[in-house]
Every structure is written in C-alpha cells, then in structure tokens.
C-alpha cells in the first residue's frame, strides 16, 4: 500500500490552496472496523457506512446519537471550517476515539 506517496501527493495539492477546504485521506479498509463503548456498538462496514446498536438493538436513524455520543466523548462534530461531519466521518472519528480510551 503506497500510503506515503498518497500523504505526500495530498500535502503537495494543500500547499498549492492553504486557506482551501480540508481534505480528510484514509486508505481504504477491508472488513468492518467496529468499537463498543457502554451498551453501544459502532460498526463501520467496508463500504464505509456506519452500523450503531445500543443493547443489541439497531438505532436509526444514526446520525443523531452519534452526534450525542461525540458530545459526551468530546470528540468534534464538524470539520474545521465549521461543516458539520456526515454519518460516515463522524462514525469513524468515534471508532478510533473509542478505541483509543
């Protein structure tokens, strides 16, 4: 996997535009990726859609808990030009976040 050269040709795009929008990278992921944190259980599939259950029981919509959740572990809701994460960063960002306590 050629990750390094992926960071590098993305910091050489940022350079050329610093005040542009950010630009989230992640190398693609095979399987699900998943994090349980007090009855709830986030699961990112390889497709990068984002699974919550809470006591085994699916919650849906998603986006609204996770958004509680993130409120609760601290970890921010939107990007740093202010717009707010979708679904599937925000789910990401509470996996790794959950499995870094």
Not at 7 to 13: H, P, V
Not at 69 to 76: F, I, Q, S
Not at 79 to 98: C, D, F, M, S, Y
Request: hydrophobic share 35%; aromatic share 2%; glycine share 8%.
């Amino acid at each position: 996997m050629q990750i390094n050269g992926h960071i590098e040709a993305i910091e050489a795009i940022t350079s050329l535009n610093p005040n542009g929008r950010q630009i989230d990278f992640e190398p693609a992921i095979k399987g699900t990726t998943e994090a349980s944190y007090k009855d709830y259980v986030i699961t990112r599939l390889s497709t990068g859609a984002i699974k919550l259950e809470r006591d085994g029981l699916p919650i849906e919509p998603v986006s609204p808990e996770l958004r509680r959740l993130a409120g609760e572990l601290n970890v921010p809701t939107a990007n740093k030009q202010g717009n707010p994460h979708n679904t599937q960063v925000l789910g990401r960002e509470l996996i790794k976040a959950i499995n870094a306590l």
